[in-house]
């Protein structure tokens, strides 16, 4: 079904993510039906730019970006229309009052009845200035309804995240706030509460009795980029646990919801973070988390600078761009079983996977003298393949008793003809139809950010080394130990 018409106001619209991320996705939507034809978009930023030139910086994004290919001239036209940009100063409220005038025409002349969703493609700092602007120049005022779309990261740590969520609540109502993870949006995410809930296989078994413990990676190969500015303060447990990892871990985890409902999920998955263990003093951080930076390094032939070498880094910087933890949740389901998490950056492979590891059938006579029975695993891979692996136990062909593992493989990413959409795609579609199940809820960002704050003050007090690792590396030796103090070890990644 196409969505409600609407006005987006994308603020930061000369930004990195509209290039790469919502332009496409806007233009996926449409193509696909989804969009209709009562929409407008506004662009927002500083910089001054007319509509053919903000309508070109879209194409060309498309071009580049886009999984559909603006090739029909005739399509094309059609949708750069709805589409005008104006320039604004964000910390002055004439301008708000200006955008609310080209808003009412907007509405007239695209049939809009008063829809309107602001995407604040912004640094978090801004948020309250532009949410209170947006209140005084009169733009939620309008007769139809009023939603925010906001970008990470939310806050700094658990007090500056209350800061502006204090803000923000002071103009919007929670159910309007749409706070984006944006690995809430990808398809195989989506896809754990179908492959946990659906299946007699996997039901049953989903509990400390028969897993023996959860290994999630979110493994990269690139560097901090052009993004030292902003990573070097913030660091891969701002940056990747606190969010989607904690996000991943909450949809393994969570117990199953009343319904399918966003209300009723999100109250399940808050209960997972609320159950998570917490690192209390540095001796418990030290012992649970690990973390690492790269130094110089090489991958594929290439030489590659250490993580202190790179633009808008601090050569003496102590900013982790590796961390893994063994983490514990401690309810009836899970006491017992340890979730080991671990991101980075500069690692040998692109991969976001999830291995559930079953225990092993009880030591028995029939096998387990002669041979060590490989366990049984579950792996769940979101990205760049989607698709999930099932290892299990067979009989060697042409041996009498030989045991041997064997995958069973669904590959949706390999299906031809299989296009999945981007994860964006789905979060604006689903905002715009006020579907928040994939989005974060403020007691859930709380709750994770009061997780990572403890590790991050211990380690601010000097907690727990921080390891160089080779850039093309799977990262710091002591990784591997916090998972062989336990009997067990990373399982390879494909
Ligand atoms: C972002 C982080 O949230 O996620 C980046 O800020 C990271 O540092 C990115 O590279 C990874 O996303 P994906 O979808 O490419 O796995």
Same mark, same amino acid.
């Given at each position: 079904?196409?969505?409600?018409?609407?006005?987006?106001?994308?603020?930061?619209?000369?930004?990195?993510?509209?290039?790469?991320?919502?332009?496409?996705?806007?233009?996926?939507?449409?193509?696909?039906?989804?969009?209709?034809?009562?929409?407008?978009?506004?662009?927002?930023?500083?910089?001054?730019?007319?509509?053919?030139?903000?309508?070109?910086?879209?194409?060309?994004?498309?071009?580049?970006?886009?999984?559909?290919?603006?090739?029909?001239?005739?399509?094309?036209?059609?949708?750069?229309?709805?589409?005008?940009?104006?320039?604004?100063?964000?910390?002055?409220?004439?301008?708000?009052?200006?955008?609310?005038?080209?808003?009412?025409?907007?509405?007239?002349?695209?049939?809009?009845?008063?829809?309107?969703?602001?995407?604040?493609?912004?640094?978090?700092?801004?948020?309250?200035?532009?949410?209170?602007?947006?209140?005084?120049?009169?733009?939620?005022?309008?007769?139809?309804?009023?939603?925010?779309?906001?970008?990470?990261?939310?806050?700094?740590?658990?007090?500056?995240?209350?800061?502006?969520?204090?803000?923000?609540?002071?103009?919007?109502?929670?159910?309007?706030?749409?706070?984006?993870?944006?690995?809430?949006?990808?398809?195989?995410?989506?896809?754990?509460?179908?492959?946990?809930?659906?299946?007699?296989?996997?039901?049953?078994?989903?509990?400390?009795?028969?897993?023996?413990?959860?290994?999630?990676?979110?493994?990269?190969?690139?560097?901090?980029?052009?993004?030292?500015?902003?990573?070097?303060?913030?660091?891969?447990?701002?940056?990747?646990?606190?969010?989607?990892?904690?996000?991943?871990?909450?949809?393994?985890?969570?117990?199953?919801?009343?319904?399918?409902?966003?209300?009723?999920?999100?109250?399940?998955?808050?209960?997972?973070?609320?159950?998570?263990?917490?690192?209390?003093?540095?001796?418990?951080?030290?012992?649970?988390?690990?973390?690492?930076?790269?130094?110089?390094?090489?991958? =594929?032939?290439?030489?590659? %600078?250490? +993580?202190?070498?790179?633009? @808008?880094?601090? #050569?003496?910087?102590? *900013? &982790?761009?590796?961390?893994?933890?063994?983490?514990?949740?401690?309810?009836? =389901?899970?006491?017992?079983? %340890?979730? +080991?998490?671990?991101?980075? @950056?500069?690692? #040998?492979?692109?991969? *976001? &996977?999830?291995?559930?590891?079953?225990?092993?059938?009880?030591?028995?006579?029939?096998?387990?003298?002669?041979?060590?029975?490989?366990?049984?695993?579950?792996?769940?891979?979101?990205?760049?393949? &989607?698709?999930?692996?099932?290892?299990?136990?067979?009989?060697?062909?042409?041996?009498?008793?030989?045991?041997?593992?064997?995958?069973?493989?669904?590959?949706?990413?390999?299906?031809?003809?299989?296009?999945?959409?981007?994860?964006?795609?789905?979060?604006?579609?689903?905002?715009?139809?006020?579907?928040?199940?994939?989005?974060?809820?403020?007691?859930?960002?709380?709750?994770?950010?009061?997780?990572?704050?403890?590790?991050?003050?211990?380690?601010?007090?000097?907690?727990?080394?921080?390891?160089?690792?080779?850039?093309?590396?799977?990262?710091?030796?002591?990784?591997?130990?916090?998972?062989?103090?336990?009997?067990?070890?990373?399982?390879?990644?494909?």
């Amino acid at each position: 079904a196409a969505t409600a018409g609407a006005v987006y106001y994308l603020f930061g619209a000369t930004g990195d993510l509209a290039r790469r991320k919502l332009f496409p996705a806007l233009f996926s939507l449409y193509k696909e039906g989804k969009l209709g034809d009562d929409f407008a978009v506004v662009g927002l930023a500083r910089r001054p730019r007319t509509d053919e030139q903000f309508r070109s910086d879209i194409y060309e994004s498309i071009g580049e970006f886009c999984r559909y290919k603006a090739t029909d001239t005739e399509l094309w036209n059609r949708f750069a229309e709805h589409f005008v940009y104006m320039s604004l100063d964000i910390n002055n409220v004439e301008g708000f009052r200006d955008l609310n005038r080209l808003s009412g025409h907007l509405d007239d002349k695209f049939g809009i009845a008063g829809n309107r969703l602001f995407y604040l493609a912004l640094a978090p700092e801004l948020f309250g200035p532009v949410s209170f602007n947006l209140r005084d120049g009169g733009l939620l005022e309008s007769k139809g309804w009023h939603r925010v779309v906001i970008e990470k990261p939310f806050g700094y740590d658990l007090p500056s995240a209350q800061e502006l969520n204090d803000q923000i609540t002071q103009v919007f109502r929670e159910e309007d706030i749409y706070r984006i993870d944006h690995y809430l949006g990808k398809e195989m995410v989506q896809n754990i509460e179908v492959i946990r809930f659906a299946n007699a296989l996997f039901e049953p078994l989903w509990n400390n009795k028969h897993i023996a413990n959860v290994q999630i990676t979110l493994s990269e190969t690139v560097g901090v980029e052009d993004r030292g500015g902003y990573y070097d303060k913030s660091g891969a447990l701002r940056d990747m646990g606190q969010n989607h990892m904690l996000q991943l871990l909450t949809m393994i985890a969570m117990e199953p919801p009343s319904r399918l409902h966003g209300e009723d999920i999100r109250d399940e998955k808050v209960k997972v973070l609320r159950s998570l263990r917490q690192y209390e003093t540095d001796e418990d951080v030290r012992a649970h988390v690990v973390r690492g930076q790269y130094g110089s390094g090489e991958a =594929r032939g290439k030489a590659l %600078p250490g +993580y202190r070498e790179e633009d @808008k880094v601090d #050569p003496q910087s102590a *900013t &982790e761009t590796y961390f893994a933890a063994r983490v514990l949740v401690d309810n009836l =389901r899970w006491a017992g079983v %340890p979730f +080991y998490i671990r991101t980075g @950056k500069r690692l #040998p492979v692109k991969t *976001t &996977e999830v291995v559930v590891e079953f225990k092993n059938i009880p030591n028995n006579v029939l096998f387990g003298q002669r041979h060590d029975l490989a366990p049984n695993l579950l792996v769940i891979r979101v990205n760049p393949m &989607e698709g999930i692996y099932l290892k299990i136990n067979a009989k060697q062909p042409g041996s009498d008793t030989a045991v041997q593992p064997v995958a069973m493989e669904f590959c949706q990413s390999c299906q031809i003809g299989l296009n999945t959409p981007e994860a964006y795609e789905r979060l604006i579609y689903d905002a715009s139809r006020g579907d928040a199940t994939y989005f974060t809820r403020w007691d859930e960002v709380s709750e994770a950010w009061r997780f990572v704050d403890k590790i991050a003050a211990a380690w601010k007090s000097g907690a727990g080394d921080l390891q160089q690792y080779p850039a093309g590396s799977w990262g710091p030796e002591r990784s591997h130990e916090l998972l062989g103090e336990d009997g067990f070890h990373w399982w390879p990644v494909n």
